[in-house]
């Protein structure tokens, strides 16, 4: 029993482990990595009740090589450099980010939580016209005045909405899904700051699309290079699991912050929130530069969607 439950364990470890090019499924297999310290724990279990000191041993590094994943040592590192780059006066945004799965998700529980919660930002992915018009008459655009919209059928639409200023800038070139880029200007008596924001929705790693997958998450890859206060917020169909999605945390000169991650909240999921019968999964993000702080950070169902709501406070360095 203790080599059977070790077995799954040993492969997907290997996987996870050798940063490679791999196929779909292996890619899809490895988005479940965290769930690994179950099935090696309980084959150091029985390696222990049958008193074999050999596979007890095997066992033992397995569950330890999990808990290395689970809470890697470097991400403590990427919030303390973040607290130190943002040190002196910010200005905050409380910042939600939505899948809105073809537009289904409740508008009316969207509003809900943007007005409960004071968000000032909102990114949505998968927004189509019937729900930017559910949002319209919830009474989004009285909370959240400012937007960028660009809907459409399915899963390619998007938008931001905001209390601050949003200026499009342009997009992350050859995206599967549009991501536009916008700069948003947050201002208040004496402060200003800069903000420059990128509503993610990668190609997922699926049959065909996965060269479509890796080469969207290079691309941000390249976007957060950019100078200033980079966020990057939504859908990236990748964990931290996978080495693509570690790759551009890695950035370009400056490691990037997976705000979740530094708030300890590597086992909340964010997908699927729906009927499947899965276990649940951490894909969708927020990213920003190490000059941007975060705090509060919280996931929140929303019926009709698959994808959970997330929410966090962002402290963005201001200039007098």
């Given at each position: ?66 808990l290395f994943w689970l809470v890697p040592l470097d991400y403590g590192q990427a919030e303390e450099d973040a607290a130190e780059g943002a040190a ?224 966090v406070t962002l402290s963005v360095p201001a200039a007098g």
């Open positions: 029993m203790a080599g059977l439950a070790a077995a799954p364990v040993v492969v997907v470890s290997v996987f996870r482990a050798v940063p490679r090019e791999w196929p779909t499924t292996v890619v899809q297999l490895v988005s479940f990595t965290p769930w690994l310290v179950l099935p090696a724990s309980v084959s150091l279990l029985f390696a222990v009740l049958g008193r074999r000191r050999w596979m007890a041993g095997a066992a033992a590094g397995l569950v330890a090589v999990q002196g006066d910010t200005l905050e945004l409380r910042t939600m980010s939505l899948n809105a799965k073809l537009g289904k998700a409740d508008a009316e529980e969207i509003v809900r939580l943007v007005r409960e919660n004071g968000i000032t930002l909102l990114t949505i992915q998968e927004y189509t016209k019937a729900l930017e018009d559910r949002l319209d008459a919830a009474g989004l655009a009285g909370l959240l005045p400012n937007r960028i919209s660009a809907p459409a059928d399915r899963a390619a639409g998007n938008a931001v909405y905001s209390v601050h200023g949003l200026e499009r800038t342009g997009k992350v070139p050859d995206s599967h899904f549009q991501m536009p880029t916008i700069r948003l200007t947050a201002e208040s008596p004496g402060k200003r700051a800069v903000i420059e924001l990128t509503n993610v929705h990668t190609r997922a790693p699926v049959g065909v699309g996965l060269p479509k997958w890796r080469s969207d998450l290079a691309a941000l890859g390249r976007v957060v290079s950019r100078p200033g206060n980079v966020v990057l917020a939504g859908d990236f169909n990748a964990s931290y699991d996978h080495a693509e999605f570690r790759q551009l945390l890695q950035g370009e000169g400056r490691k990037l912050v997976d705000v979740g991650m530094a708030q300890g909240s590597r086992l909340i999921p964010t997908w699927p929130m729906g009927d499947f019968f899965l276990p649940g999964i951490t894909i969708d993000h927020i990213v920003t530069s190490p000059s941007v702080r975060s705090a509060d950070y919280a996931v929140h169902r929303v019926p009709g969607t698959d994808h959970a709501a997330i929410m």
